[in-house]
């Protein structure tokens, strides 16, 4: 998660998640993968309520997410 302060108690986060691939994303997601998805309990906490997500490709990393 990322987070930034924008002033008077308000701050700004931006969650990362990592997928094997765009398959996995639309299990969960659903057909539309590029829609955000939103839980019951994100009113108690969420200002404004984004549309769409950002889908990104990872070229480098060290995370593994084989099988251990």
Excluded: C, K
Excluded at 40 to 64: C, K, Q, T, W, Y
Aim: charged residues 30%; aromatic residues 10%; proline residues 4%.
């Amino acid at each position: 998660m990322l987070m930034r302060t924008l002033g008077d108690g308000v701050s700004e986060i931006t969650t990362l998640s990592w997928w094997r691939d765009m398959d996995a994303i639309r299990a969960f997601a659903g057909p539309q993968p590029e829609r955000a998805v939103y839980y019951p309990e994100d009113d108690r906490f969420l200002l404004d309520r984004l549309e769409f997500v950002e889908h990104h490709r990872v070229i480098a990393s060290d995370i593994h997410l084989g099988e251990a």
